[in-house]
């Protein structure tokens, strides 16, 4: 069976820095064998912000009917799950937030109506990778993005230990990460590892 890559490009700005470093991870897992990706823009994608209405506590899914209707499956199908979004004031920026808020009906399945999210023969067999990017070169400009991440991938079965995370600061004006020295070698190694990680998970 080939390995399930789905991935968000969370930017608002198209083709910018971090939806670049997810290009250079996304063509090298598709030089794998056996690798089908499907990346996921979220500004084209009709992601509602979630309500707080807390039905899916009840009803086990949302009352909204956008594009999560399609991506529900999918994000449960995924063998690995990749976020990329870019660092707003010193925060995930909000088109990536509000794919992250909608998790909340994994959240309500999993902790509230204590359903699984994945057959018990799936779970501890998914990884997730977060890449963003940032303009300041603090070392803590990243730090408030994580917190929300790990919401993100714990809520559908993804370990902190699972995560792998390719941040990129001091890349401000679009097109900055082209000229970084290191930046699409670290990306292009990154799929390589975590392409060949999963693929002996799913065999084991």
Request: hydrophobic share 45%; with cysteine; net charge neutral.
């Amino acid at each position: 069976m080939p390995v399930n890559v789905l991935a968000f490009a969370g930017s608002p700005r198209r083709h910018g820095n971090s939806e670049t470093l997810l290009d250079w991870v996304l063509d090298a897992m598709r030089r794998e064998p056996d690798v089908e990706v499907e990346k996921v823009v979220l500004v084209d994608a009709n992601v509602n912000p979630c309500r707080g209405c807390n039905a899916c506590e009840k009803l086990n899914k949302c009352v909204q009917r956008d594009g999560m209707d399609y991506l529900h499956d999918r994000i449960i199908d995924a063998d690995v799950i990749i976020l990329a979004a870019p660092i707003f004031c010193m925060g995930i920026c909000s088109q990536a937030k509000a794919l992250i808020d909608r998790f909340q009906v994994f959240r309500s399945r999993k902790y509230v109506l204590k359903l699984p999210i994945v057959p018990p023969e799936r779970r501890g067999k998914r990884l997730g990778i977060f890449l963003s990017t940032a303009g300041q070169n603090w070392d803590y400009v990243f730090d408030g993005a994580v917190p929300s991440v790990k919401c993100f991938f714990h809520v559908i079965e993804v370990k902190d230990k699972d995560i792998h995370y390719l941040m990129v600061n001091g890349v401000d004006e679009k097109g900055a990460i082209l000229d970084h020295a290191t930046a699409q070698q670290d990306a292009e190694r990154l799929a390589r590892d975590v392409i060949t990680e999963i693929k002996a998970r799913l065999a084991g």
